[in-house]
């Protein structure tokens, strides 16, 4: 069976960013499949008219489960399909597809095994469906599993088709958005060095990128196995030489192979390239960045690194360590990370410094009310009028959405905040970073005038918002080195540049009950010699970060308040389980002068404003076009 491209256009959505579907549309009318349904089910049929509720879905999953249980206990199963049998299991994997929809994945995965098991397990378009519940489920492994039978089952059907001069581009469509998935898919259970909670040692080349053993059978039943350890012997599952061999897989092998069945997927492009970046292969890294913006031309991922790809020979001459930190063990309560906005104000050269040194250990400084209402007010219209705008437009590329790449994102609105043109031309911005600018000079230590403005970008989380796992926004880029703790061998680079995020809340979270969810943080987690920056204390805290002994933080504050930390400390968005409040935070990217766009961030910013913005002690300045600096340089010689 064959899965046509466009088919695959529309399923990768949820393979490749799980639970993200209906973010934003809000209803969900009834499908044919639930109208059928509807039919029998006087609940249904009394509001036909109407989305079905998760309880609805449900009962119409058991009532065609049953139907289907009937053909398999008579014995019909066996006959060659019936056009009753065809309507039911389409009826059951859109209704297992609604499933996936409200985030109901455990069931829904349920019912795409069930399909698989009792009727066609050759059925590759449902089993990629399968996987991608479990993968919604957190059960990584298992949707790798799952997804390579795919991948398997495409391509025998393809060397089949082609073989008989059948094969049509499609096909190779299709095997280049799976291969994609399964390499983001070995990215999560084998993080690249860097990436993870660990600090592994870095690798000379992409042939030493941690891969999985997959393993199959033929008939693709019980052939299957993911071995995680490099040391461990493999299973035999080969019975009377009947199975199929599997091979080792990289999450890079996975990105070169998408690009082999179709050159022109740009995200494949940009999966390798930033993957490439990770491990250090920055030149070769910024060609495929290329690449991925000639197919992507909106993609502003591609396009920052590709600007700040200039600066590749500046960063590797750059040998920064860290700055002299506060002693004493990380922050563990809010009133620890706060400061008062007051030192900000008055440039205080020892208080910046102490503020500097209190950064350097925690990963992170918080200030209170460091913006006034009247400019979060100014701030909150230009949220509404972008917000609008993207509405008006149904999220076309005049207004570029970020929300299907932010994590747990059902519930959540994630775009860029317009940095010229809007409310007062974003005056309340430029003076927010006037004010942040001496302190920014010394945590970035660069002593020139202006600082990159890598990120401009908010974000809504509306009621029913789940918590999002722990994370850090960037691979690498930071000053520290790794302690007599680290595994043999481990080693961070000194002098990486460092890179820094800086959230502004536009909601009050004060109440300190986390209804509406808040910044969560993990201090001192950005660091290698901290307890929480150890790797197994990383992983606690990721299991459950509501776990007060793990050390995580919410940052519940009132409006205008200004959180600055490290992108490579360990934090998430809180869950919203207010009943009718939504939070609005915006936040900033800088990074020091001369350096590379790191890899591992979503980069958040409208396509003019890329590389056209620097933090001085003025607030923002517009950089100007190259054209025009070498007019101006012309006109002073």
């Known amino acids: 069976i064959m ?40 609940f249904l049929r009394a509001s036909s008219s109407f989305e079905p509720t998760l309880d609805q879905t449900l009962s119409a999953a058991t009532y065609v489960k049953t139907q289907l249980d009937s053909i398999v206990n008579s014995g019909r199963r066996d006959l060659p399909s019936s056009s009753q049998q065809e309507m039911l299991l389409n009826d059951l994997h859109s209704i297992a597809s609604t499933l996936l929809e409200y985030e109901a994945n455990e069931k829904a995965a349920d019912l795409f095994r069930y399909s698989l098991q009792e009727f ?41 088709r082609d073989q008989m001069g059948m094969i049509g581009a499609e096909s190779g469509e299709s095997l280049s ?14 993080p690249l060095p860097g990436a993870g909670s660990s600090w592994d040692a870095g690798i000379a080349t992409e042939a030493e990128a941690p891969n999985v053993t997959l393993d199959f059978d033929a008939d693709l039943e019980d052939g299957f196995t993911m071995s995680l350890d490099d040391d461990e012997d493999e299973e035999d599952l080969l019975e009377d030489g009947q199975g199929v061999k599997g091979e080792d897989l990289s999450s890079i092998e996975c990105y070169r192979r998408a690009i082999s069945y179709n050159q022109g997927n ?51 001459k750059k040998e920064k360590g860290p700055l002299e930190m506060v002693e004493g063990p990380a922050s563990q309560t809010l009133v620890d990370l706060e400061w008062d906005a007051q030192c900000l104000a008055n440039k205080d050269e020892e208080a910046m410094s102490k503020m500097a040194a209190a950064f350097e250990r925690d990963g992170v400084v918080v200030y209170p009310g460091l913006i006034g209402p009247d400019d979060c007010d100014l701030i909150l219209q230009l949220v509404e009028e972008t917000m609008f ?31 010229k043109g809007g409310h007062a031309d974003a005056v309340p911005v430029s003076v927010l970073f006037g004010k942040l600018y001496p ?72 109440a300190g009950d986390g209804a509406m969810g808040s910044l969560e943080v993990l201090p001192a987690s950005h660091r290698p010699d901290a307890p929480n920056g150890r790797p197994t204390t990383i992983e606690k805290a990721v299991k459950d970060p509501l776990l ?60 003019q404003d890329v590389g056209k913005w620097r933090v001085s002690r003025d607030g923002l300045l517009q950089q100007k076009a190259q054209e025009e600096e070498e007019d101006d340089g012309m006109k002073g010689g």
């Open 3 to 42: 899965i046509s491209a466009a088919v695959m256009v529309a399923q990768r959505r949820t393979t490749f960013a799980a639970a993200f579907i209906g973010a934003r549309t809000g209803g969900r009318p009834l499908t044919s499949s639930l109208q059928r349904v509807a039919s029998s089910l006087p």
């Open 120 to 160: 066609d397990p050759s059925n590759v378009a449902v089993r990629e469906r399968l996987s991608a519940a479990l993968r919604a489920m957190g059960s990584m492994a298992e949707s790798a599993r799952e997804l390579y039978r795919v991948i398997h089952g495409l391509e025998g059907e393809i060397q089949s």
């Open 177 to 190: 958005w799976l291969y994609l998935d399964l390499g983001g898919l070995i990215e999560e259970i084998r």
């Open 266 to 316: 740009g995200s494949a492009h940009k999966r390798l390239a930033d993957a490439l970046a990770i491990i250090g292969q920055h030149e070769e890294a910024l060609k495929e960045f290329g690449v991925a913006s000639e197919f992507l031309p909106q993609d502003i991922c591609s396009a920052t690194h590709v600007f700040y790809g200039k600066n590749l020979e500046m960063q590797q």
């Open 389 to 419: 705008e993207a509405q008006a437009t149904s999220y076309a590329d005049e207004v570029l959405d970020f929300t299907d790449e932010t994590r747990s994102a059902a519930n959540r609105v994630h775009l860029a905040l317009p940095l």
């Open 439 to 510: 302190l920014l000079t010394r945590i970035l230590q660069c002593s020139e005038n202006e600082i990159p403005l890598l990120g401009s970008g908010f974000m809504r989380t509306s009621p029913g918002a789940k918590g999002q796992q722990l994370h850090k926004d960037v691979h690498h880029y930071d000053r520290h080195l790794p302690v007599d703790e680290m595994p043999e061998g481990a080693s961070i680079i000194q002098g990486e540049p460092r890179c820094v995020s800086i959230q502004l809340q536009l909601s009050d979270t004060s």
């Open 548 to 607: 007060r002994s793990n050390g995580v933080i919410p940052i519940d504050v009132p409006a205008g308040t200004v959180s600055i930390y490290s992108s490579r400390l360990w934090h998430r968005g809180g869950p919203n389980d207010s009943n009718d409040t939504a939070r609005t935070f915006a936040f900033f990217t800088v990074t020091e002068p001369n350096s590379l766009a790191p890899p591992g961030l979503i980069h958040t910013m409208e396509r």
